[in-house]
């Protein structure tokens, strides 16, 4: 009988050990890229680009609205598409890209800020992206420190008239990974 239960006791403690070895996945959205991913950014006030999609593509625009962030530094937003970061943009800007058609898998995280009371700084979403179509996706960034509310971001779809109307008013980004 003894033989018996240090057998058992040694058949579930070798399966617990080989249960802690195996290889997991980290849960993360996927639109988004790798975590070592930055971006400098730059914005130019003077532009307002707005660009239709070239033929067999659809066009999928990210703007990021800081008028409910009341602190600096602003944070510098990424944004990923099926698991690339492709751009970031910083303090009320904007940018585009062309895509596919098909489902996409997208992404929003702040690269960078600042803060002790921090909430969701990363949102994600899926779409399906149709030839000759254009996309607008609104990070909604919001901070009040008189409030003592956490910083965060709303990530959402916008429709084309406002996000043309914010266009007016933002500033074009353009962004390059750090080296």
């Not at 058992?8 to 195996?22: C, V």
């Not at 962030?69 to 940018?95: C, E, K, M």
């Not at 899926?126 to 971001?153: C, D, I, R």
């Amino acid at each position: 009988m003894k033989t018996l239960s240090v057998l058992f006791l040694l058949a579930i403690t070798s399966f617990l050990a080989l249960a802690q070895n195996q290889p997991t996945e980290t849960a993360t959205a996927p639109g988004c890229g790798s975590s070592n991913t930055k971006f400098d950014v730059k914005t130019n006030s003077s532009q307002h680009p707005f660009a239709k999609p070239e033929p067999g593509k659809a066009l999928v625009y990210f703007l990021q609205d800081d008028t409910y962030f009341q602190s600096v530094p602003r944070p510098t937003t990424r944004f990923g598409l099926d698991a690339d970061w492709i751009g970031a943009t910083h303090s009320n800007s904007y940018f585009y890209f062309s895509v596919d058609p098909g489902e996409h898998h997208i992404c929003a995280d702040w690269q960078s800020f600042v803060g002790l009371n921090v909430g969701h700084k990363s949102a994600a979403a899926q779409f399906t992206a149709v030839e000759g179509q254009s996309y607008f996706f609104l990070v909604k960034n919001h901070f009040s420190p008189k409030e003592n509310l956490p910083a965060g971001m709303k990530f959402s779809p916008v429709d084309s008239d406002e996000a043309q109307l914010l266009m007016s008013k933002f500033a074009f980004s353009t962004s390059t990974p750090k080296k």
